[in-house]
């Protein structure tokens, strides 16, 4: 061995090492022939090792020949290091990319059940006239509901209600007959009229929105739960005049400002006259139709003077004080409002019916 074929060796290993650098495709690949040429067991170790057999006067000269070839692979190596790993960089965040021009993901935007709605309608329009909401309790007692309003245990109008009866909250004594603490699903909002009489002063002007029950079967338009909102006014010289402008008012608010209205004698225990109030049809506009049975008027709630008796078991003087008290329900005005032929869609929870309003 001499030193021309040290060289010679060393600038093949080089040819190889200098190849097998460009071809390596990912970094474990890099450092497999990265320990292969330059590792401890590596070529070019083993080539180091045999100087031995150069002559002695040689040896001092294979560091120079050989370090700039050590130093040519290292870089070689680091440059293709540096390229691989940006490399694996880019194909990784590639992978992971997000496309921020991609259209975002619709929120799901919540609204208000259509009975709500109407409900918060009807408050908002008799808020303009003073009417302060009044909120009265779904359980109520047999005397609430039926008696203070002028309706005895054994009255025939009991059958225009016909009553969901209830076990006595814990603590309320239990009677065998329908008395006084005999306790019920409300009927009607009408209950609220004897609390607010009780609790208020008059002038009072409120409004009792809320859920109410009656024992029959569910068809299109009756419901075994639906909504009412009841209004009361309280006043001195209060009158029948006052109450069909309000509500001419409202009908004209709610149905068009065209509508037509009209009052029609009714009957309730509580109020006295009682009537019922009508508007136009709202499919027909009046003509007749199959949806007013060919009246041309629709009844969208009753309405009357209180009664005397329910003044004075509200606590008032009949002869000082005069009031008007109306009732109407929510679920029919909301089919009315929006055309829909089946107030049962209004409890099915059907997403499909509700996001439509
Ligand atoms: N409470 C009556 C009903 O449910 C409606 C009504 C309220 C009538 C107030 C007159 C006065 O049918």
């Not at 694996?88 to 009975?115: K, Q, Y």
């Not at 209004?231 to 006052?242: I, K, P, Q, R, W």
């Not at 005069?322 to 005005?333: E, L, Y």
């Amino acid at each position: 061995m001499d030193l021309d074929t040290f060289a010679a060796d060393l600038d093949a290993l080089r040819e190889r090492a200098l190849a097998a650098v460009a071809e390596a495709i990912d970094p474990a690949t890099l450092d497999v022939v990265d320990a292969a040429y330059l590792g401890r067991k590596g070529e070019l170790r083993r080539l180091l090792s045999g100087i031995g057999a150069l002559p002695v006067a040689d040896r001092p000269r294979v560091g120079a020949i050989a370090n700039p070839t050590r130093q040519e692979l290292e870089a070689a190596i680091a440059t293709r290091r540096e390229r691989l790993e940006g490399i694996h960089m880019d194909v990784r965040l590639a992978g992971e990319a997000e496309d921020v021009t991609l259209p975002g993901r619709p929120l799901a935007r919540g609204s208000l059940h259509p009975l709500k709605e109407t409900e918060r309608e009807i408050a908002r329009f008799f808020a303009r006239y003073g009417f302060v909401p009044y909120e009265s309790p779904e359980v109520e007692t047999d005397e609430l509901n039926f008696q203070a309003l002028n309706i005895p245990p054994d009255h025939p109008a009991r059958d225009l209600w016909d009553t969901v009866y209830v076990v006595p909250p814990a603590g309320q004594p239990v009677e065998a007959t329908a008395d006084r603490s005999r306790w019920l699903l409300r009927t009607h909002t009408s209950p609220g009229q004897i609390r607010a009489l009780r609790e208020l002063e008059p002038p009072m002007r409120v409004l009792t929105p809320g859920r109410c029950y009656r024992y029959e079967a569910t068809d299109a338009s009756h419901g075994s739960e639906f909504f009412q909102v009841e209004g009361l006014m309280v006043d001195e010289g209060t009158s029948l005049a006052h109450l069909r402008g309000l509500l001419d008012e409202f009908a004209h608010h709610l149905f068009g400002a065209d509508r037509g209205t009209r009052f029609r004698p009714g009957y309730y225990p509580f109020t006295e006259p009682s009537v019922a109030f009508d508007i136009a049809c709202v499919v027909c506009d009046g003509a007749g139709c199959p949806a007013c049975g060919r009246t041309g008027w629709m009844t969208i709630l009753g309405a009357g003077m209180v009664h005397p008796v329910v003044l004075r078991n509200g606590g008032l003087d009949p002869e000082r004080y005069q009031g008007f008290a109306f009732g109407m329900g929510v679920d029919r005005i909301t089919m009315l409002r929006f055309g829909v032929p089946d107030l049962r869609a209004f409890y099915a929870n059907d997403l499909r019916f509700l996001e439509r309003f």
